[in-house]
């Protein structure tokens, strides 16, 4: 079996585009039996989202009898979540692990992920993305971008990792943060005073060791096992969205499989996803019992006052969004 490397993943994506051209079909697949699944995503070898990849890829495995494989590509091996996310959406790749937000270049819909402060604490969230809404608003996602989202191996609440203290929103005032190419996650930290620089999370270290950037915000986890905590030893306990990753595939490839090969996958993710909530949960405290020990200092904020200052992004949602948020906050217990 050859080795996928960035240039052979460029060569596919040429020949599946031909392909698809041939066969009528803009995007996607039409395989109904493959014999290998590429999945890739941006975090760190010893991340939980790398152990996840990997432990599906031994469901896979065991659930086919061994006629499937999971090849997977860490940090970043085959670029950036958008790179993957396109190869993704014409067949050269057929899963990306990565949140919702990430698809909102596709549709404004998965901008429910990046409102910030928009659940009172973890059970909230987990209530929320459990239930009937959920589903919708997964279903709504695909019907509107072409993305299934899979799964939902939740990953915590995002803190605020800087190179100098953040202890008030005066603090973050003018601060060089990386954010997502999202655009939620852009007006967010412009309207809490921040200097917003979108940029691919393979690039972030090298970008604060080289002080182009002060700093990143991400779930803690992504804090240590990309190591960014060696060059930005500062976090604030924001805590302004919290947010499920998913194993995203393109809708259309999946319907094409054959019902073996999706009954394979869906209990793979569906057990995975189960032992990603309990070792995600387990783990947060191990994270930050280890960045302490390494010498990162820790901040709380006034969520109230951070709160007021971006209410703004839930009046200009997406008519669909505004109406997710409002059943969002009347299920507040």
């Known amino acids: 079996m050859p080795r996928w490397t960035r240039r052979t993943l460029l060569s596919s994506l040429a020949a599946g585009t031909a392909a698809a051209a041939l066969g009528g079909c803009a995007r996607g ?89 928009l659940y009172a604490d973890e059970e909230h969230f987990l209530s929320v993305w459990d239930g009937a809404l959920g589903a919708t608003m997964i279903q709504a996602i695909r019907e509107d971008s072409g993305f299934l989202l899979l799964g939902d191996m939740y990953r915590g609440p995002r803190v605020l990792n800087s190179m100098r203290p953040v202890a008030s929103l005066e603090e973050a005032h003018g601060l060089k943060l990386r954010v997502p190419t999202q655009e939620t ?27 182009a950037i002060d700093g990143q915000e991400n779930p803690i986890d992504v804090v240590r096992f990309n190591s960014f905590y060696e060059v930005a030893p500062y976090v604030t306990n924001t805590n302004h969205i919290f947010g499920n990753f998913h194993f995203q595939t393109w809708g259309d490839t999946y319907d094409n499989w054959d019902d073996a090969t999706r009954r394979v996958v869906d209990e793979s993710v569906a057990a995975v996803s189960a032992w990603y909530r309990e070792i995600s949960i387990q783990e947060t405290q191990e994270n930050i019992d280890f960045l302490r020990e390494e010498g990162v200092e820790f901040f709380e904020i006034d969520a109230i006052e951070w709160r007021e200052h971006v209410l703004p992004l839930y009046e200009t949602a997406d008519p669909t969004v505004r109406s997710w948020v409002e059943q969002i906050q009347s299920s507040q217990s």
């Open 29 to 117: 697949t039409a395989n109904p039996t493959p014999e290998t699944l590429r999945l890739g995503h941006t975090y760190g070898v010893g991340s939980l989202q790398n152990r996840a990849a990997t432990k599906f890829g031994d469901e896979v495995a065991e659930r086919s009898n061994g006629s499937i494989t999971v090849e997977v590509f860490p940090s970043g091996q085959l670029g950036s979540w958008e790179d993957m996310q396109e190869a993704t959406e014409i067949g050269a790749m057929h899963f990306v692990i990565e949140s919702v937000g990430s698809l909102e270049r596709y549709t404004q819909l998965a901008a429910i992920e990046g409102l910030p402060f």
């Open 185 to 211: 996650y852009i007006e967010t930290w412009r309207m809490l005073g921040a200097a917003p620089t979108p940029l691919a999370l393979t690039e972030v270290f090298a970008a604060i060791e080289q002080k």
